[in-house]
T-cell receptor
Framework: DGGITQSPKYLFRKEGQNVTLSCEQN?????MYWYRQDPGQGLRLIYY???????QKGDIAEGYSVSREKKESFPLTVTSAQKNPTAFYLC????????????????FGPGTRLTVT | DQQVKQNSPSLSVQEGRISILNCDYT??????FLWYKKYPAEGPTFLIS?????DKNEDGRFTVFLNKSAKHLSLHIVPSQPGDSAVYFC?????????FGKGTLLTVNP
């Protein structure tokens, strides 16, 4: 059963601590994305990766870091430099990559709700 | 500056009637448009999409219309069902990235 998994569903951290959110996909998709959603807001792009070992900043990358060592995995680290880390974080993937075949249709994981106090 | 706008935060319709959700965009470089449906505390699920070279795409009860000159798209749901109650996000694509609107909460009353 193909899909995207994010763990854990809920995560609690103390202010000043870094935290890493997991995202794994078995859809064989090239591209992966991280978004955050705040109440009453749309999804805002944090980072994206079109191919292994390469990633780009999105619209709100400050205070976040990512890695893409494997095609299946795209973990997001929320650092202590992120001023408002409490949010709902969504990971997505799509077929699009650098092969020339692109697809804008992104498939989302179930999300991780991070609360920092 | 919001490039994708959903000006109606909420919409309420009766079961069986038509639901029309609207979306406006400002960036002429957008070449692909999508609608997603989202329940609370879950990830969005893809509904329907349309390329900028088309003006209509239909999939069952869902139809998306694109008016490029007005930079406007809409999602029609006919007939509306209570299970359609959710937040609907409009998204626009350019250069392999999506820009999302803030969403419209649709409530379908039995």
């Amino acid at each position: 059963d193909g899909g995207i998994t994010q763990s854990p569903k809920y995560l609690f951290r103390k202010e000043g601590q870094n935290v890493t959110l997991s995202c794994e996909q078995n859809l064989n998709h090239d591209a992966m994305y991280w978004y955050r959603q705040d109440p009453g807001q749309g999804l805002r792009l944090i980072y994206y990766s079109q191919i292994v070992n390469d990633f780009q900043k999105g619209d709100i990358a400050e205070g976040y870091s990512v890695s893409r060592e494997k095609k299946e995995s795209f973990p997001l680290t929320v650092t202590s430099a992120q001023k408002n880390p409490t949010a709902f974080y969504l990971c997505a993937s799509s077929k699009q990559g650098t092969s020339g075949t692109s697809s804008y249709e992104q498939y989302f994981g179930p999300g991780t709700r991070l609360t920092v106090t | 500056d919001q490039q994708v706008k959903q000006n109606s935060p909420s919409l309420s319709v009766q079961e069986g009637r038509i639901s029309i959700l609207n979306c406006d965009y400002t960036n002429s470089m957008f070449d692909y448009f999508l609608w997603y449906k989202k329940y609370p505390a879950e990830g969005p699920t893809f509904l329907i999409s349309i390329s900028s070279i088309k003006d209509k795409n239909e999939d069952g009860r869902f139809t998306v219309f694109l008016n490029k000159s007005a930079k406007h798209l809409s999602l029609h749901i006919v007939p509306s069902q209570p299970g359609d109650s959710a937040v609907y996000f409009c998204a626009a694509g350019s250069n392999y990235k999506l820009t999302f609107g803030k969403g419209t909460l649709l409530t379908v009353n039995p």
